[in-house]
């Protein structure tokens, strides 16, 4: 499974900013698929997932802001980034777990997969 990121760039405060992650190959029974955070100097952190069913998740501090969605006939998902602040400035990384749990979610560790990162700036 190899998964692409786009859609980083600069933005202001308070701006948005829509991230999209396309897998392929061996994409068949994928079940979760996930956004994780890693800025300078820190680990890499959970920012939202989405089950196939469409159940979301999401870190505490992009409740209500970020909007995470799928499209399993395309194998995309996005990160919709709205009142962005200068503390979200980081890499953004999508992740693939096929044999994740809900309980685990949240742990870097429970993604088989990961696209190669897309940078966010976010200019106060």
């Known amino acids: 499974v190899q998964l692409q990121a786009s859609g980083g760039g600069l933005a202001q405060a308070g701006g948005s900013l829509r991230l999209s992650c396309v897998a392929s190959g061996r994409t068949f029974n994928m079940n979760y698929m996930a956004w994780f955070s890693e800025a300078p100097g820190k680990e890499r952190e959970f920012v939202a997932a989405?089950?196939?069913?469409?159940?979301?998740y999401y870190a505490d501090s992009v409740k209500g802001r970020f909007t995470i969605s799928r499209d399993n006939g395309k194998n995309t998902v996005w990160l919709q980034m709205n009142s962005l602040k200068p503390g979200d400035t980081a890499v953004y990384y999508c992740a693939a777990g096929f044999g994740t749990i809900q309980s685990a979610l949240r742990y870097a560790r429970s993604y088989e997969y990961w696209g190669q990162g897309t940078l966010v700036t976010v200019s106060s």
């Open positions: 989405i089950k196939r069913s469409g159940t979301t």
